[in-house]
């Protein structure tokens, strides 16, 4: 009998999760969350119960062992769920992160920290950009996605970002490898490498960029301006924070301390009036979209080959990521031979470049779009109607998470009254 993968897509709404069984067993859990204002089928514990359940189902077992999981990147809507407590009943082999949430690096620190402040300054400006309720309402959610601890937008039971980090850096009943592999480990690019927990397969990491200035490119204060007035404004905004750390969800090694900042200081008459018309005219949405799309870039780019099959898992990547990638034949050649696509960004405009489709995926290959079609500026044109017609043009057999048909193309089936789809494909 053949071989094949299956790759469950647990609907989540807004979000991302989902659980390949490789053909002799083991299995991946690739993020586990969802965007507060696009929920799927679950509650955040609800989806735990159901990988659970999931998990002992497939493999037989009394106790739930995923060999390996991964989270894409540290945004809600692929995270969210690691913040419960059920996870204290499931036992791991290894878990993945992007390189960028080693703690111990001191490039991934100071990315944060920048992050952290700029994302801070926007924070305490908001309430001086003149802002109807659906674009506050979007800046807002995109700082505490960000790690900034608004007032009002606190989750119930103390559930954040940072939590869920905690419990992937620490949590879970019992880990084969104490701590988590940062991918990738090296500036190889692609690099490949396999691991014991996972036999007979190979991992191709195509992002994050490991190389500084690439990162740098990606980081909201490379646009200095931006970062400078917002600074600006949030001082002139009579409602500065005093304490900045009651804002900081990171906690206090995540700011930056007022002796590394301080540009203004330096500054003529002249470029401080400059700064000054720049602040009264910064834009909230942009500067909110710039810390959303930096931690987008963040994501883990794999391409999991099990045999003849190759998986990509883009999570949300951007275009900064996918410019690299598209530019190298190695990377170019990885893709060439995909056999199955999970489309970023949940169908969003800037997550699947034209050129992925139309030139270097080969036609036919299925596609998963985990997303929710709903009102919020969040989610306008998610998932890009552009992008489901150039798959369909393509040939590629999609399903959508948000909107499942009666009949499902070729390979895929649902269960559970449509709290899953899954996709069998040979390898
Ligand atoms: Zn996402």
């Known amino acids: 009998m053949s071989k094949t993968v299956k790759i469950r897509m647990y609907n989540v709404g807004f979000g991302d999760s989902f659980l390949i069984t490789l053909p002799d067993g083991p299995l ?3 993020d586990a969350g969802f965007h507060s204002r696009g929920k799927g089928e679950f509650s955040g514990d609800e989806l735990v119960e159901q990988i659970i359940k999931d998990v002992k189902s497939i493999t037989g077992a009394e106790d739930a062992h995923i060999d390996v999981v991964i989270c894409t990147h540290r945004h809600a809507d692929h995270l969210f769920a690691f913040n419960s407590s ?8 290894e878990v993945w992160l992007p390189w960028v949430e080693d703690r111990k690096n001191e490039k991934a620190v100071r990315l944060w920290k920048k992050q952290a402040s700029f994302a801070m300054n926007l924070a305490t400006a908001l309430s001086s950009f003149q802002l109807n309720a659906a674009d506050r309402e979007s800046v807002e959610f995109m700082l505490w996605n960000a790690g900034v601890e608004l007032p009002g937008m606190a989750a ?6 940072a939590k869920a980090l905690d419990c992937l850096h620490e949590g879970f009943a019992y880990r084969r490898r104490t701590k988590p592999r940062f991918l990738p480990a090296t500036r190889t690019f692609p690099e490949s490498f396999s691991c014991p927990d996972l036999p007979d397969v190979v991992i191709h990491v195509l992002g994050p960029p490991r190389d500084p200035e690439l990162i740098e490119e990606l980081d909201p204060e490379a646009d200095g301006e931006t970062y400078r007035a917002l600074a600006m404004r949030a001082a002139a905004s009579g409602e500065a924070v005093a304490d900045m750390s009651a804002l900081a969800a990171f906690g206090p090694e995540w700011q930056v301390r007022e002796d590394e900042g301080g540009a203004e200081d330096l500054l003529t008459r002249n470029e401080k009036k400059w700064l000054e018309n720049l602040a009264t005219g910064a834009d909230a949405l942009l500067a909110a979209t710039h810390v959303d799309n930096m931690i ?16 990509l898992f883009p999570g949300d990547a951007e275009w900064g990521t996918w410019k690299r990638i598209l530019a190298d034949d190695d990377a170019r050649a990885l893709l060439h031979n995909a056999t199955f696509l999970k ?3 949940h169908g969003s405009h800037n997550a699947t470049p034209k050129t992925l489709v139309e030139e270097v995926l080969p036609e036919g290959i299925p596609a998963m779009i985990s997303t929710q079609e709903g009102p919020g500026n969040y989610r306008n044109n998610i998932p890009l109607p552009d992008l489901v017609t150039a798959l369909e043009e393509h040939d590629m057999r999609h399903v959508r998470s948000d909107q499942l ?4 193309p070729r390979g895929f089936r649902k269960g559970d009254d449509g709290k899953w789809i899954e996709l069998s494909i040979p390898c």
């Open 156 to 161: 119930a039971g103390g559930w954040s970002n």
């Open 405 to 408: 048909p009666e009949r499902l």
């Open 343 to 345: 489309v970023g960004h």
């Open 28 to 30: 991946i859990l690739i």
């Open 86 to 93: 059920l996870w204290d009943q499931v036992s791991v082999g």
């Open 296 to 311: 987008n870039s963040t994501s883990l780019v794999l391409v999991i080959e099990v045999g003849k099959a190759r998986l």
